[in-house]
Nanobody
Framework: QVQLVESGGGLVQAGGSLRLSCAAS????????IGWYRQAPGKQRESVAS???????TYAESVKGRFTISSDNAENTVTLQMSSLKPDDTAVYYC????????????????WGQGTQVTVSS
């Protein structure tokens, strides 16, 4: 069973930085895409950043230039470096991984972590 464990969340003042890590149980080469999502209270979960197996990255407009996603195949981790944090970045941040392989029924296989809280004070 694949497990994704997020870490690195916490409380930080506006303008500060945090580094989130998503550690996978086993090789991340099994995944086609790994992404970070976030969900603020009362809001829908939204995509923040993602990285493909080939290293292509995408970012939400709201975090471009402030967040950087990277992967480490040797450590089986995906990291989200967050800088110039704003109170609007406050949310629970989740790691999501899309398997390269379909289920027995032919459908997608997706894994989620439990999330890590990020709180940015003004």
């Amino acid at each position: 069973q694949v497990q994704l464990v997020e870490s690195g969340g916490g409380l930080v003042q506006a303008g500060g930085s945090l580094r989130l890590s998503c550690a996978a149980s086993g090789s991340i080469s099994r995944f086609s895409v790994i992404g970070w999502y976030r969900q603020a209270p009362g809001k829908q979960r939204e995509s923040v950043a993602s990285i493909t197996r080939g290293g292509l990255t995408t970012y939400a407009e709201s975090v471009k230039g402030r967040f950087t996603i990277s992967s480490d195949n040797a450590e089986n981790t995906v990291t989200l470096q967050m800088s110039s944090l704003k109170p609007d970045d406050t949310a629970v941040y989740y790691c999501k991984a899309d398997s390269r392989f379909s289920s027995i029924e032919g459908g997608p296989v997706v894994y989620w972590g439990q999330g890590t809280q990020v709180t940015v004070s003004s």
